[in-house]
């Protein structure tokens, strides 16, 4: 049965019904390619050979801004809402590709050494107990059903000559992304854009994760850059935030480069990658409004934000976090303390008066959640899109019934045929784009990746 997308304006939302507690498993991703890595946790997690740089900003400031127009034409149309550096022409060289793959595997390898020191830390940190073993069984399940389509996705990731892994944007740890490219015809123009942030409890993101998005998107003439960023404990909150942003300045001021048009950029993130994405926009748009602050991006270069299974409210979520595993010590740890829950609490920041001109600059705001998502409520991105009508931005949540965390970011995409969610994200990249448009009306349906049988097993047990 389809699912049904319900408009913020409808005040009898079905309540999400708590069932089986869904939980955030932690781990760690951490790159070692520069042995100045930074490693900042709290101090449970010192160790003396840690050692801390400071970041010097790769990009000057950008010298003008075009000026981008809202989607307006997409919000005017009646929806159904039914329950390194080198361009395009270096794609081709074999060498550079073995070389690439090389890299890749390289830079893999060093991550799981890394991921495995640092994930004794946390088990330190956290304690063995029954609940963490019986979560990372189910994460082992999970995994192996869905891994058909994770084996055809990874194959497609290494060796297809579309996606550029692993380009430099910044000096830190990890501050690399991927691009995944659409194929392109003599004549055609610049595609759209979308620099997507990862998911991952603020612990377990990495850039890879964006694979499966940015593969079907890039099959829909839309350029994807998946920004990789430094996860707890290599870095906190702040750091996250900076990697993100640094990411998105990079797009901004270099997608030309690899076909890209710099008047359709979206920025996008899902799950604990919503937030930091939100909290970065929202950061940037306050540095603009100030006096004399020095910039690499603008606000007004991001025509649309997308979040996907988010949450902006830190005061709010983190009991029911603490409640699903995600303990609110570590928590805390993450986001640098109690006193800084306000400050990256994108919802609770906008109603704040001082920065009020700082919100107007805000891009049109869409919020995608899944009604039974027990990891993050849907209250939240519902609650969060109220509250940015009520200050003047413009925003919309869609919820989709029945629909959990990962039902829209994986399990549906795996399904193959017609995935509700993201036609509702390419129509309205494509709003203004009549070509386009005709183009995904006949575009063929996406094949499957997992038997169905396997995908209904993986939800079943899935422990997110």
């Known amino acids: 049965m389809p699912s049904q997308i319900l408009p913020i304006s409808h005040r009898g939302l079905p309540p999400v019904i708590e069932t089986a507690a869904s939980s955030i498993l932690i781990k760690t991703e951490i790159d070692n390619d520069d042995p100045t890595a930074s490693l900042i946790v709290s101090s449970k997690f010192e160790d003396d050979d840690d050692k801390t740089v400071s970041l010097s900003p790769l990009l000057s400031r950008a010298s003008s801004y075009t000026t981008i127009n809202p989607i307006n034409n997409y919000y005017q149309q009646p929806r159904r809402r039914t329950a390194s550096d080198s361009s395009l022409s270096s794609l081709s060289g074999g060498g550079s590709r073995r070389q690439s793959i090389s890299r890749s595997v390289g830079h893999a390898a060093a991550d799981t050494f890394l991921v495995t020191r640092l994930s004794f830390k946390l088990l330190r940190y956290l304690g063995v107990g029954y609940r963490w073993i019986l979560r990372f069984l189910a994460l082992g399940c999970y995994a192996v059903l869905l891994m058909p389509g994770f084996i055809q996705v990874g194959y497609n990731y290494f060796f297809s000559s579309q996606i550029r892994r692993g380009i430099d944007y910044g000096d830190q740890p990890r501050n690399?992304?991927?691009?995944?490219?659409?194929?392109?015809?003599?004549?055609?123009?610049?595609?759209?854009?979308?620099?997507?942030?990862?998911?991952?409890?603020?612990?377990?993101?990495?850039?890879?994760?964006?694979?499966?998005?940015?593969?079907?998107?890039?099959?829909?003439?839309?350029?994807?850059?998946?920004?990789?960023?430094?996860?707890?404990?290599?870095?906190?909150?702040?750091?996250?935030?900076?990697?993100?942003?640094?990411?998105?300045?990079?797009?901004?001021?270099?997608?030309?480069?690899?076909?890209?048009?710099?008047?359709?950029?979206?920025?996008?993130?899902?799950?604990?990658?919503?937030?930091?994405?939100?909290?970065?926009?929202?950061?940037?748009?306050?540095?603009?409004?100030?006096?004399?602050?020095?910039?690499?991006?603008?606000?007004?270069?991001?025509?649309?934000?997308?979040?996907?299974?988010?949450?902006?409210?830190?005061?709010?979520?983190?009991?029911y976090f603490n409640s699903r595993g995600l303990y609110r010590s570590l928590f805390l740890s993450i986001m640098e303390g109690e006193q800084s829950l306000r400050k990256y609490s994108p919802e609770v920041m906008v109603q704040d008066p001082d920065i009020k001109n700082a919100v107007s600059l805000l891009p049109p705001i869409v919020l995608f959640h899944g009604t039974a998502d027990y990891s993050i409520p849907a209250d939240a991105s519902k609650n969060f899109a109220e509250t940015l009508q009520a200050v003047g931005v413009r925003g919309e949540s869609i919820l989709y019934e029945g629909k959990t965390h990962t039902d829209l970011f994986l399990q549906d995409p795996m399904r193959g045929g017609s995935d509700e969610m993201f036609e509702d994200l390419v129509s309205i990249i494509h709003a203004d784009d009549s070509e386009s448009l005709a183009k995904d009306a006949v575009a063929p349906r996406r094949r499957r990746l997992v038997p169905e049988f396997m995908i209904k097993l993986a939800r079943s047990v899935s422990p997110f």
């Open 176 to 319: 690399r992304l991927d691009l995944y490219l659409p194929k392109t015809n003599e004549g055609d123009g610049p595609k759209p854009v979308i620099a997507f942030i990862t998911g991952g409890a603020w612990i377990i993101g990495y850039k890879a994760w964006g694979s499966l998005l940015g593969q079907q998107l890039s099959e829909r003439d839309i350029i994807v850059a998946c920004i990789d960023y430094r996860n707890f404990p290599q870095g906190t909150i702040g750091d996250m935030v900076q990697d993100a942003s640094q990411g998105i300045s990079f797009v901004c001021n270099n997608i030309s480069e690899y076909g890209g048009d710099p008047n359709r950029i979206y920025l996008m993130g899902q799950s604990a990658g919503a937030h930091i994405a939100a909290c970065a926009l929202l950061e940037q748009a306050i540095k603009e409004s100030g006096e004399g602050e020095s910039t690499a991006w603008s606000v007004s270069q991001i025509k649309a934000y997308f979040g996907l299974s988010g949450g902006y409210n830190l005061l709010d979520l983190i009991d």
